[in-house]
């Protein structure tokens, strides 16, 4: 079975980010791991509500930005989990997200995966941003998840099948070896 930790960077919502915790409490499968890194606000006091039940790994930094907070918090990450999922702190995990993501994992024929994707609801942005605009400014493509000429990365997420893509969200799941280059040069 494989393992995983969750990693979470987040910055002054604390009520977002114990209904996320919550949902992970609820879920059929819990992580070995929930690394929480924080700047702004300090959240220590809502960890606490959970740490009963969650493996939870806490760091406050005054580093800003979630790029910096996720390369902090993959260092923190138990050497012993082959996943690694980052989520935002605004989501919600539903309950089998996790065993339908490593079953996807497993099924999938090409064993070169960096990481994976979770499917999310588009956002209300990208629903309504007007489509001649997009395809003026080189934003489109008829190919979900690819990173255009423009560097502008295509959507992905109202995708039910599986969509080799060439960038992941703010729910991805990524192989423990890989997090540990996240935001340097990945392929």
């Not at 969750?6 to 919502?13: A, E, H, M, S």
Request: net charge positive; hydrophobic share 40%.
């Amino acid at each position: 079975m494989e393992s995983f930790a969750i990693l979470i960077p987040t910055r002054n919502r604390p009520k977002e980010l114990s209904i996320l915790l919550r949902s992970i409490q609820k879920s059929t499968r819990l992580p070995e791991q929930v690394v929480v890194i924080a700047s702004g606000q300090n959240v220590a006091h809502i960890l606490d509500e959970f740490s009963k039940s969650l493996e939870i790994t806490y760091l406050h930094t005054e580093v800003p930005g979630q790029i910096a907070q996720k390369r902090l918090g993959v260092e923190l990450v138990s050497k012993q989990v082959e996943w690694c999922l980052f989520l935002d702190d605004d989501l919600i995990l539903g309950e089998s997200a996790i065993d339908l993501a490593l079953s996807v994992a497993r099924s999938y024929k090409k064993r070169d995966i960096i990481g994976k994707g979770l499917s999310l609801p588009p956002s209300s942005r990208s629903l309504n941003a007007p489509k001649l605009n997009k395809k003026l400014l080189k934003l489109s493509s008829s190919q979900p998840g690819r990173v255009l000429e423009s560097g502008h990365a295509t959507s992905y997420l109202q995708e039910t099948s599986v969509t080799e893509t060439q960038w992941l969200n703010g729910a991805s799941m990524w192989k423990l070896e890989h997090a540990k280059n996240y935001g340097i040069d990945l392929p």
